[in-house]
Nanobody, 119 residues
Framework: QVQLVESGGGLVQSGGSLRLSCAAA??????????MRWYRQAPGKERELVAS???????TYADSVKGRFTIFRVNAKSTLYLQMTNLKAEDTAVYYC???????????WGQGTQVTVSA
């Protein structure tokens, strides 16, 4: 079972930036073998996929964050990142890290980190 710990959330003004981190541990395969994703869940809304990076560093983004967010991973540190710029009030949510070995598996989740963007 992979343990994931997110950090880097906080309160930021609209237009500001934050970098989220997700440190992974407790896995028996190489970190680079995991498909890594960031999800978010705003109050009263369903959890949504924000960004994904696969084992060959291909990235995908939700339309709402394209051009503002960048997902990247440092396999040597077993860490996933989400660089968020030009933040908007609608980005306010709890952000979760997910690690999975295949697209169809549920994978493991972190406990989440709160991001609050003030208008």
């Amino acid at each position: 079972q992979v343990q994931l710990v997110e950090s880097g959330g906080g309160l930021v003004q609209s237009g500001g930036s934050l970098r989220l981190s997700c440190a992974a541990a407790g896995f028996t395969v190489t970190f680079g073998n995991f498909i890594m994703r960031w999800y978010r869940q705003a109050p009263g809304k369903e959890r949504e996929l924000v960004a994904s990076v696969d084992t060959v560093l291909r990235t995908t983004y939700a339309d709402s964050v394209k051009g503002r967010f960048t997902i990247f991973r440092v396999n040597a540190k077993s860490t996933l990142y989400l660089q968020m710029t030009n933040l908007k009030a609608e980005d306010t949510a709890v952000y979760y890290c997910n690690a999975r070995l295949s697209v169809g598996s549920a994978g493991s989740w972190g406990q989440g980190t709160q991001v609050t963007v003030s208008a």
